[in-house]
Every structure is written in structure tokens, then in C-alpha cells.
């Protein structure tokens, strides 16, 4: 059965004594008042990762992410982050493709293809982000947009692969917006991903990938969007800086 998931993506926040402040919050709260058995991810800037992970130790709820790396291995790449380093510092999942990469970064699906299959290759889980911007669904062709993304970037893999991919359905209309898909244009969505998978799959493979929703989830909307049928999480941003707002969003699963 697929995992139930919440990621808290802290973007470009924190100076490292107030990110090890809030990942202490939230690795005590998780450990003391969450009864379900969802999975926490943490994923700060890329240069707290090894602080947060001295912080997680060995918990068997909370792991570390990291926001991006790069699709190649080693060498001549000033700035870039590859993913044998990640591993080394403790992620064991990144983000890929996520909105802000793609809008100010320029990523295309056929970067992330190459980014999502590297990953992969590096054992580390990607967590790929796929979403419409307004006028695309105003225009009614979000599916249309969101299927050509994940056919780009993850439909390649090999049916061992598909199965240890995460995906997140981000509309770019509600990430930061403080507008939220209500929960039936969420699960529509995640829905119409999952039919994808199947078509280009099958029914198992598709029943086993967890698909995350995310845009301006707050403890308020979590327990609708996470109680549909095809909502396994979320990717939860602005929220996710507040250790309070995120455990009680962890805790619209229990
Ligand atoms: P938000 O961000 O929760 O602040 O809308 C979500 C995301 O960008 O992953």
C-alpha cells in the first residue's frame, strides 16, 4: 500500500540556528503526539542538511530532503549540488521540477527526465512536482498540460522505477497564494495522474505511488484535501516554517 507523506519544503528560509530550532520542534512533536504512521519529511537549504540530519539521528518517522541537485555526477558545475553529496549528508529524497525551478531556474521536463532518472540511479527518491499555471486551467487545459509533464519527466521509467517515484501536484495558482484547489480539484487531479500511470503502467503500479498535494495546505484544509481518496500528503511550504501549523497538518492523518 502507497505511504502517506508530508513534506515541509522550507525553500530559501532559515538561518541555521532557526532551522535547527524548528526541525527540533517538529522531530519532538512528531515523536510525541502523532499516532499515525505518516511519513515526515524535512528539507531544508541544501547547507543545513547535515545539521538537521545530526538532529533526526535515526528516527524511523522523520527523514531529510533536499530542494534540488544536479543532473550530473561530478566536476566542473560551480554552484551545484550532485546527488552522491546529498546522500552522503542524509537526504534520501529530493524535490524535482518543483514551480519556482521551473519559472525562474528554467527547468524543462527534459532536464527533469534527466534529473528524476539520475536520482533514481542514486537511490534517492525524487519527489517530482507537476502543476498548471491560472491561465492554463482557466483556459480547461490543466490536464492536458499536467499529463504532457509527468509523460515528459517520469513515464521513461522502467516499471521498477515508476513505483519509487513521489509525485506532487502543485498548481502554481496556489502555491503562496493563500488559495487553496478545494479538495474535489484536488482529488480530480490526482485522480486523472493516477489514470495516467495506470495507462501507461498498470492498476498496481499506479495503486503504489504516493501523489502529493500541495498549495497553501494549513492545519485548517489539510484533513479535507488529505481525506480524498487519491491524496496521499502534502508539500506544504509557507506552514511548514511553523512547527505548530506543520505538526497539525502531519496530524490530519491520525
Ligand atoms: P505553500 O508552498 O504551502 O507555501 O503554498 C507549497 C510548495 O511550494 O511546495
Same mark, same amino acid.
Given at each position: 500500500m502507497r505511504k502517506n507523506i508530508v513534506a515541509g519544503n522550507w525553500k530559501m528560509n532559515c538561518s541555521l540556528s532557526?532551522?535547527?530550532?524548528? =526541525?527540533?520542534?517538529? !522531530?519532538?512533536m512528531v515523536q510525541d503526539e502523532i499516532k499515525s504512521d505518516t511519513q515526515v519529511i524535512l528539507i531544508p537549504p541544501f547547507i543545513h542538511l547535515t545539521s538537521i540530519q545530526s538532529l533526526i539521528g535515526s528516527s524511523a518517522q522523520v527523514s531529510l530532503g533536499a530542494q534540488n541537485c544536479s543532473q550530473h555526477a561530478k566536476g566542473a558545475y560551480t554552484g551545484e549540488?550532485? @546527488? $552522491?553529496?546529498?546522500?552522503? =549528508? +542524509? =537526504?534520501?529524497?529530493?524535490?524535482?521540477?518543483?514551480? $519556482?525551478r521551473r519559472e525562474y531556474f528554467n527547468e524543462s521536463d527534459e532536464l527533469l527526465a534527466d534529473k528524476v532518472k539520475f536520482a533514481l540511479e542514486n537511490s534517492l527518491t525524487p519527489i517530482f512536482c507537476c502543476g498548471e499555471k491560472l491561465e492554463?486551467?482557466? @483556459? +480547461?487545459?490543466?490536464?492536458q498540460l499536467v499529463g504532457a509533464q509527468i509523460n515528459q519527466a517520469l513515464f521513461g521509467l522502467s516499471e521498477d522505477e515508476i513505483q519509487k517515484v513521489v509525485i506532487a501536484y502543485e498548481p502554481v495558482w496556489a502555491i503562496g497564494t493563500g488559495v487553496t484547489a478545494s479538495a474535489d480539484q484536488a482529488q480530480e487531479?490526482? =485522480?486523472?495522474?493516477?489514470?495516467? !500511470?495506470?495507462?501507461?503502467?498498470?492498476? $498496481?503500479i499506479a495503486n503504489?505511488?504516493?501523489i502529493l498535494y500541495g498549495g497553501s495546505v494549513k492545519p485548517e484544509n489539510a484533513? $479535507? !484535501?488529505?481525506?480524498q481518496e487519491d491524496v496521499d500528503g502534502g508539500l506544504i511550504g509557507g506552514?511548514?516554517?511553523?512547527?505548530?501549523?506543520?505538526?497539525? !497538518?502531519?496530524?490530519?492523518?491520525?
Open positions: 532557526e532551522g535547527k530550532k524548528l =526541525a527540533s520542534e517538529v !522531530i519532538n549540488v550532485s @546527488a $552522491e553529496m546529498l546522500i552522503s =549528508a +542524509g =537526504a534520501t529524497s529530493v524535490i524535482l521540477g518543483h514551480s $519556482e492554463v486551467r482557466e @483556459a +480547461g487545459n490543466h490536464e487531479m490526482h =485522480a486523472f495522474i493516477r489514470s495516467q !500511470i495506470t495507462s501507461n503502467y498498470n492498476q $498496481e503504489s505511488v504516493s484533513k $479535507e !484535501i488529505f481525506s506552514a511548514s516554517l511553523k512547527s505548530r501549523d506543520f505538526t497539525n !497538518i502531519i496530524k490530519a492523518f491520525d
